[in-house]
């Protein structure tokens, strides 16, 4: 049984809003309104050419398919009345432009005045049909830029999703995101659901508390169904479903992270009666995906303030740290026919700069990353665990490493503190040919194995988070059956033994290239360095490693 915190807020007004009902479902609506703007464009036509009597009043005609095809999609009119002069301007010329292009169509195929009515109305309508798509398009983009309401919407959530990552407070962050939400979208209820631990449940008058079963048939359906709903369009036996009605919900967004439904938001019918629109919908799907990891990371740091009330506050605060950072890993190593792949990762403290990570596409390559924050301890895994976001966000947008470790280095120059860098590593590789395409963000190179030898694959780069628009070159290799990769940090080459001899690039080289396979890669050259640096050894840095290995063709 989990349990969510409700906040609820309603706007002040005298009486609920009365949503505008709809008797028909929305495909048969949409067919009603595109048949009666087809018909009453035809009519006021047809009204038009009998009064002017003149052949050249189908010119026209597209002018009245415009606004009526507007109607027909369910444009607000009332919008178009509060906008900037550029969005007239550009509007104007975008019509002169479909307008003209439209006439000088049909004065191209019929210049002769004798044209039959028929065949002009004909061609009009087709030239207008044929460009009205295209025309379409461009509205849009013009709504999107210059609409009055759309940019103060974008400002609002931009200002707001701006400081995400700085809010880790749980109660704040509950009320900004209700404030936006009515700021924006005006709905007349809103009530945010938050996910919470048993030991976080706490009395308060502003907070209701609801119970809901693992197996609710809602809780399945939402975290299958990553957009907005629509609550009337649900049709199951749900608890959950049934308190979301009876608090006049009418959209819900779920808020999920690694497979959790950790919140849940939910509308009431907006103020003015009508439906939330296309471009509002947008809006919330893309605060909902950026409002999660935030809700997520203040959901921990809730957890961290009560162990803290718990036990001494220092100790407790890197425990919940190395939890926190732990979080941030793989839990579980992908599993690729033909391939091994084993990670090992030891920080020098109870939290550490290191990090490493496997990233599954649809397509079936595996993108593997490794990486070094400045630094040690909470500091640098504060640093981590941002940079392991930007790096999942980026990576899911692009296929190219070198494109991933711009947008990451962009986001985190004006974020990262001074005199900290993050060096990376991202390969992506295609398991069923052994290419791979990578790229290097300063990270040390890895080493490739086979048949005795073992060489640095050739990348260059700038560690992240130091200069603005820096580019990172990719290059391409593919591994054979029988060879190895072997990624590792600047941990394990600058390890001392008592003598303060450093373990070193030449001993690892010399160890990977003489490495037999009767035991595994990572325990043997952990044991190497055990050897090497003696049981007294204190670590001085975080240690990672990584071994992807290809297996050889059997004879």
């Known amino acids: 049984m989990s349990t969510f915190q409700v906040l609820s807020s309603k706007a002040q007004t005298p009486a609920p809003p009365r949503k505008k009902r709809r008797h028909l479902s929305d495909g048969w609506a949409t067919v009603i309104r595109i048949h009666t703007a087809m018909i009453t464009s035809a009519l006021l036509f047809v009204t038009l050419l009998t009064i002017t009597r003149s052949d050249y009043t189908f010119l026209l005609l597209p002018v ?4 009526f095809i507007n109607g027909s999609r369910g444009y607000r009119f009332s919008n178009f009345l509060s906008n900037t002069s550029l969005y007239y301007v550009f509007t104007a010329c975008l019509a002169l432009i479909y307008y003209s292009l439209v006439a000088a169509g049909v004065l191209l195929v019929h210049f002769d005045p004798k044209t039959a009515h028929i065949i002009l109305v004909t061609t009009a309508l087709a030239w207008a049909v044929m460009f009205e798509p295209v025309r379409a398009y461009f509205q849009e983009r013009i709504e999107q830029r210059f609409n009055v309401r759309h940019r103060e919407t974008a400002r609002v959530i931009e200002a707001f999703t701006s400081t995400l990552r700085e809010e880790i407070d749980l109660a704040q962050l509950r009320e900004r995101f209700l404030t936006v939400i009515g700021q924006t979208m005006q709905p007349y209820s809103i009530s945010f ?18 119970a809901v079963a693992e197996d609710d048939h809602l809780v399945a359906y939402l975290l299958s169904h990553s957009g907005i709903t629509e609550v009337d369009k649900l049709q199951m036996e749900s608890p959950l479903l049934r308190e979301v009605k009876a608090r006049g919900g009418e959209i819900l967004l779920p808020l999920a992270s690694q497979g959790e ?19 509002e919908r947008g809006f919330l799907t893309t605060l909902a995906s950026q409002v999660a990891p935030a809700l997520r990371v203040a959901q921990m740091v809730r957890e961290q303030q009560r ?11 890197l425990r919940t740290a190395q939890a926190i950072q732990q979080t941030f890993l793989p839990k579980e190593v992908p599993d690729f026919p033909g391939w091994q792949l084993a990670p090992y990762y030891q920080p020098a403290r109870e939290v550490g700069g290191d990090f490493y990570d496997f990233l599954l596409f649809e397509d079936g390559r595996l993108g593997l990353v490794i990486g070094d924050v400045t630094g040690k301890g909470v500091p640098a895994a504060l640093v981590m665990a941002t940079v392991h976001t930007m790096l999942r966000s980026a990576a899911l947008g ?16 004006a974020e990262i503190p001074a005199g900290m860098f993050v060096t990376c590593f991202y390969a992506l590789l295609d398991p069923s040919t052994g290419r791979i395409c990578y790229a290097n963000a300063g990270h040390e190179a890895p080493y490739r194995r086979l048949n005795g030898s073992a060489v640095e694959l050739p990348a260059t780069g700038m560690p992240l988070g130091m200069l603005p628009g820096t580019r990172y070159e990719e290059y ?11 990624f590792y940090s600047d941990g394990l080459v600058e390890a001392h033994n008592p003598s303060r001899e450093m373990f070193g690039f030449p001993r690892l080289q010399t160890l990977l290239a003489g490495h037999a396979r009767e035991t595994s890669l ?18 001085e840095d975080d240690v990672t490693l990584l071994a992807l290995q290809r297996a050889a063709h059997r004879s």
């Open 64 to 67: 009245f398919l415009s606004i």
């Open 193 to 210: 659901w938050v996910c919470i631990s048993q030991e976080q449940q706490e009395k308060s008058a502003l907070l209701e508390e609801v």
């Open 261 to 279: 439904l950790i919140g849940l938001l939910t509308l009431g019918v907006q103020l003015n009666g009508e439906t939330y629109t296309r471009e």
């Open 307 to 317: 162990q803290v009330r718990e036990r001494e506050r220092i100790e407790q605060e």
């Open 398 to 413: 692009t296929t190219s490493p070198g494109e991933a470790l711009a947008r990451v280095n962009d986001l985190l120059v």
């Open 476 to 486: 391409e290799a593919t591994l054979a059956p029988g060879e190895s990769l072997f």
């Open 522 to 539: 990572i325990d043997f050259m952990l044991g190497e360095l055990q050897s090497f640096t003696g049981d007294a050894w204190e670590q």
